[in-house]
């Protein structure tokens, strides 16, 4: 990708990012995004089809950033990933704030989960499982999903006063001792 087109992308998602402060997505003109970046429409739409698809580009760069961070932490161990993870999340906190409050499909959730517990956390260390079939531990991984998913959503959204380590170290709690 040349410097131009890089540049063009990187304004156009700041540009996004300020607007979602004060407008959900949906009521985000490309007209109006692309005045604020300093581009012309037929750019935007070299890249983008919509303010939802630059939105969506500004998640995959913040699960690259996941996957990134998890990457770095001691590899099977849940409590370093978890801490790691939630530490890159509060540090961002507004952006995240911003994409959690626009965020309309489970793809967050899932890439969330992807690379913080299924990256480090082989099928049978979730306890006792023989014999369930196949069906039984997707359920199990759809269920630590969206439940840390949520967990940091409520933290992060309603500014609730826990540490990065806290909030990791209750989701750990929560999927091997159940609280």
């Known amino acids: 990708m040349n ?8 304004m156009i998602k700041e540009n996004l990012i300020k607007m979602l402060d004060d407008n959900d997505i949906y009521h985000i003109s490309v007209r109006e995004l692309c005045r604020l970046s300093g581009v012309n429409r037929s750019t935007f739409y070299a890249h983008y089809s ?7 580009d500004i998640e995959k760069d913040v699960v690259a950033g996941i996957i990134k ?7 099977g161990d849940l409590k370093d990933h978890l801490c790691a993870v939630c530490r890159y999340l509060y540090e961002n906190k507004e ?8 965020n309309t499909d ?12 299924s990256a480090c956390v082989p099928i049978g260390y979730l306890g006792n499982i023989d014999g369930r079939d196949d069906v039984d531990i997707d359920f199990l991984y759809t269920f630590i999903d969206f439940g840390m998913y949520n967990v940091i959503k409520k933290w ?8 990065p ?13 159940q609280l």
């Open 50 to 56: 919509s303010p939802r698809d630059v939105l969506l």
């Open 156 to 163: 992060l959204m309603n500014d609730i006063d826990k540490t």
């Open 165 to 177: 380590e806290q909030i990791a170290d209750l989701m750990g709690n929560m999927i091997f001792k």
């Open 69 to 75: 961070i998890a990457a770095s932490s001691r590899r």
């Open 95 to 102: 952006l995240q704030k911003i994409i959690m409050r626009n």
């Open 3 to 10: 410097q131009r087109v890089m540049l063009s992308k990187k």
């Open 106 to 117: 489970d793809d967050m959730a899932r890439a969330l989960s992807d690379a913080a517990v």
